[in-house]
């Protein structure tokens, strides 16, 4: 009788060890779903896909989309473990308005945002009443209209695009030239660039199209701008140990050295 409960208590811890090496081995066979943008950002991340599993043997899969609205919503949802492709400001005006759980877990890269014409070689030469495109989100927007700003286009209204006060259209005091500014998706606008006078245009989306930032922009955003792009995940998983495992990934000298190499200038590593 003895040595029957003792051969159930050798089985039963037997398969108790069993199941746990099962479920030490799902674990780290879980795979890493992260969106980002096609172009770039897709490029780099096929660099932290493979430095994942190598160095942190993390299984990392990509998804890419089209636009700057489906990331977030998908990574809310649950269909992503997390994205790449934003930066913060854009992410707070994101979970501002739709009630995103969603924080950053560390920097990538910056991107300067930058102007392009195929009809004027500054913003000096553009004529009264010509026609610009920036980006319609708000924090891109906001970033947009600073920079033309910056470079003397327009003015805003005191205390418009800063503070977390995202600047439209409507915000601007002053525009000598009476520039006629429309509202378009990002995505769009290297789209429409033959159809306009000028148009800012986000990197990713510059450098998708051909245009080099520092080669074609006839303007460019400074790079001490605080436009740093970012990897998101929900909240609740901030502290999981994958996200480590997934920053330091992105966050490793072979990363740096791709994206420096890969692009010259016109995506600067933040880490």
């Known amino acids: 009788m003895k040595r029957r409960n ?16 099962s479920f030490g081995a799902h674990a780290q066979d879980k795979v890493i779903k992260v969106g980002t943008v096609a172009g770039p950002d897709a490029q780099v991340w096929q660099v932290v896909q493979k430095v994942a599993k190598e160095k942190q043997g993390l299984n990392v899969k990509v998804i890419e989309f089209n636009d700057y609205v489906q990331p977030n919503a998908a990574l809310d949802s649950g ?38 014409s195929k009809k004027f070689k500054s913003l000096k030469d553009l004529p009264v009443g010509a026609k610009l495109a920036v980006p319609n989100d708000p924090s891109n927007e906001n970033r947009a209209l600073l920079l033309l700003q910056a470079q003397g286009v327009i003015k805003l209204k005191g205390g418009a695009g800063t503070g977390g006060n995202n600047a439209t259209v409507l915000d601007i005091a002053d525009n000598p030239k009476k520039l006629k500014i429309s509202e378009l998706d990002a995505a769009q606008l290297p789209r429409v660039l033959g159809d306009v006078d000028a148009a800012v245009i986000n990197t990713n989306y510059a450098l998708a199209a051909n245009l080099q930032p520092t080669k074609d922009a006839i303007a460019l955003e400074s790079l001490t701008s605080p436009y740093a792009n970012l990897i998101a995940v929900r909240a609740q998983d901030r502290n999981q140990p994958w996200v480590k495992k997934l920053v330091a990934a992105y966050q490793s000298p072979e990363v740096k050295a791709f994206i420096n190499k890969q692009f010259k200038g016109s995506m600067v590593p933040s880490f």
């Open 6 to 21: 003792l051969l159930k208590a050798v089985s039963a811890v037997a398969a108790g060890a069993a199941l746990g090496m």
């Open 79 to 116: 269909d992503l473990d997390a994205n790449s492709f934003q930066h913060q400001p854009y992410l707070d005006s994101q979970v501002k308005q739709r009630g995103y759980k969603i924080v950053s877990a560390g920097l990538t890269y910056i991107s300067p945002i930058g102007v392009y």
